[in-house]
């Protein structure tokens, strides 16, 4: 297995750190919402890169993510690092799995949209200083737990 490379944002290494030292124990729940890990491998670098993000369900096996880049005007990396291979690990509390991203799209997204501000209002304020459209991702669990 390739060496895993944890966000350079420091703040966001803490999380990821604590989250996994603590078997997913600490760090799933944080801020008031429930939190994944998402491994994706880097478009030009090939390396796994992990970050924290929150996370709401859509049934079973489906977990969405927003690409918000806390509202900076550029698509986050691992939104990118997606689209050129939506393969994707994921561990969220305990559990580690496999999963493939889908972006969701039309109703789809305005749905998932409105599940994820409601769990995160901020997102509506990005969005609304931005010029991109914040791509909500659904990541759907493809093999069992590890």
Same mark, same amino acid.
């Given at each position: ?17 604590? +989250? @996994?030292?603590? !078997?997913?124990?600490? $760090? ?7 939190? =994944?890990? *998402? ?23 489906? +977990? @969405?993510?927003? !690409?918000?880049?806390? $509202? ?7 939104? =990118?690092? *997606? ?38 209002p901020q997102y509506d304020v990005y969005q609304n200083k931005l010029d991109r459209r914040i791509p909500v991702i659904v990541l759907e669990r493809t093999g069992t737990p590890t």
């Amino acid at each position: 297995m390739s060496e895993l490379h944890d966000s350079p944002t420091a703040w966001v290494a803490r999380h990821i750190r604590e +989250y @996994v030292e603590s !078997g997913g124990e600490r $760090g799933h729940r944080k801020w008031g919402v429930n939190t =994944l890990l *998402l491994t994706v491998r880097g478009r030009k670098s090939g390396k796994l890169r992990r970050t924290a993000l929150i996370y709401g369900t859509d049934g079973p096996g489906r +977990y @969405v993510v927003v !690409g918000s880049n806390g $509202g900076l005007p550029t698509h986050p990396a691992w939104y =990118l690092n *997606l689209l050129t291979d939506p393969q994707a690990g994921v561990q969220v509390g305990p559990e580690s799995f496999p999963a493939r991203a889908v972006e969701a799209i039309g109703a789809d997204r305005e749905r998932l949209w409105q599940m994820m501000t409601r769990l995160w209002p901020q997102y509506d304020v990005y969005q609304n200083k931005l010029d991109r459209r914040i791509p909500v991702i659904v990541l759907e669990r493809t093999g069992t737990p590890t």
